[in-house]
């Protein structure tokens, strides 16, 4: 007969990061330089499309919303694991790990649907060239953007309602340098897990429906490059939405990933590397992705720092 204890938390201890202090060392201070990455780049972006004028398109209004995003997703969770290594000290609080749980997935959530807008955004570019200004009129740029962060909000509060709503069995350890669901999964007693299962399962059949559609929306996209009589001209349209393919990529892939092994009881090097990849690569990587082949981008940081730049064409 299995007998689960049942406990009232009042913290828990993130035990992420490796015993070895050397090892322990090298992962804040790779953190740490990430982390600075992330917010140099994305306040960058935040900075250009706000005050250069020829980056007030509907594109870089919803790239500066990304931006403000993935600063907001990657100071939830580094921040507290660099003191606590630092510290020496791995405790948060119940309502702490609560509130990490609820943050990380309005902000991952509302980074999808900003993506899924900005998939919209290149079809009506590209597609409907002519009607493009009407179809992504400020206001509804506005609507789609407030709409993205409203479904994040509604994500994460289900989320942590289901996950919160149990009782926690056996230690307080959560096997991960921040609280996510699938490590807390591992500590919630047997047979109150279905809630959140719940959850998952609906969370996880509307990200496919919206994945869906963005692919929908590219086959649109694609097959309008291909109609394109030069080969110039199909290669430049298909250059405007690689940034875009290229984020997508990386977020969903480097999550679906880390939530592979993140459910696992032990810990590991190769556990907390998979984390990594989908809680600090998407953040810091972003701003090099759009900005790399972006004439527009460039320019306004060669300007912004005071240097004449002449694009490529």
């Given at each position: 007969m299995e007998i689960n204890v049942t406990l009232i938390l009042v913290d828990f201890l993130l035990m992420g990061f490796p015993d070895d202090q050397v090892l322990q060392r090298l992962w804040t201070a790779l953190f740490f330089l990430i982390y600075m990455a992330a917010l140099t780049g994305n306040l960058l972006i935040i900075t250009l499309a706000t005050i250069d004028q020829h980056?007030?398109?509907?594109?870089?209004?919803?790239l500066k919303n990304l931006s403000l995003i993935d600063i907001c997703y990657i100071s939830v969770t580094v921040p507290k694991s660099i003191?606590?290594?630092?510290?020496?000290?791995?405790?948060?609080?119940?309502?702490?790990?609560?509130?990490?749980?609820?943050?990380?997935?309005?902000?991952?959530?509302?980074?999808?649907?900003?993506?899924?807008?900005?998939?919209?955004?290149?079809?009506?570019?590209?597609?409907?060239?002519?009607?493009?200004?009407?179809?992504m009129h400020r206001s509804t740029c506005v609507q789609m953007v407030t709409a993205s962060w409203l479904s994040g909000c509604l994500y994460g509060s289900l989320h942590v309602a289901?996950?919160?709503?149990?009782?926690?069995?056996?230690?307080?350890?959560?096997?991960?340098?921040?609280?996510?669901i699938p490590s807390l999964l591992t500590l919630v007693c047997s047979g109150e897990k279905v809630l959140?299962?719940?959850?998952?399962?609906?969370?996880?059949c509307?990200?496919?429906?919206?994945?869906?559609?963005?692919?929908?929306?590219?086959?649109?996209?694609?097959?309008?490059?291909l109609k394109i009589p030069s080969a110039e001209g199909r290669l430049k349209t298909f250059y405007t939405c690689m940034p875009h393919l290229t984020a997508v990529t990386l977020f969903l892939s480097s999550g679906f990933i880390a939530y592979l092994g993140s459910a696992s009881k032990?810990?590991?090097?190769?556990?907390?590397?998979?984390?990594?990849?989908?809680?600090?690569?998407?953040?810091?990587?972003?701003?090099?992705?759009?900005?790399?082949?972006?004439?527009?981008?460039?320019?306004?940081?060669?300007?912004?720092?005071?240097?004449?730049?002449?694009?490529?064409?």
């Open positions: 980056l007030q398109s509907p594109m870089y209004f919803f003191m606590n290594s630092l510290t020496n000290s791995h405790s948060i609080s119940f309502m702490g790990c609560a509130s990490q749980v609820f943050l990380v997935i309005f902000f991952a959530g509302t980074e999808f649907a900003l993506l899924l807008v900005m998939s919209y955004d290149r079809y009506g570019a590209i597609c409907h060239p002519l009607h493009y200004e009407a179809i289901g996950m919160f709503s149990v009782h926690f069995c056996g230690p307080n350890i959560v096997h991960q340098f921040f609280c996510d959140e299962y719940v959850f998952i399962i609906a969370s996880c509307f990200t496919f429906v919206c994945f869906i559609l963005m692919v929908v929306s590219y086959v649109y996209i694609f097959s309008t490059v032990s810990l590991s090097s190769l556990n907390l590397f998979m984390t990594v990849l989908y809680s600090l690569l998407p953040p810091s990587l972003n701003p090099v992705i759009y900005s790399l082949r972006n004439r527009d981008m460039k320019v306004a940081i060669g300007n912004f720092f005071g240097e004449k730049m002449i694009p490529k064409i």
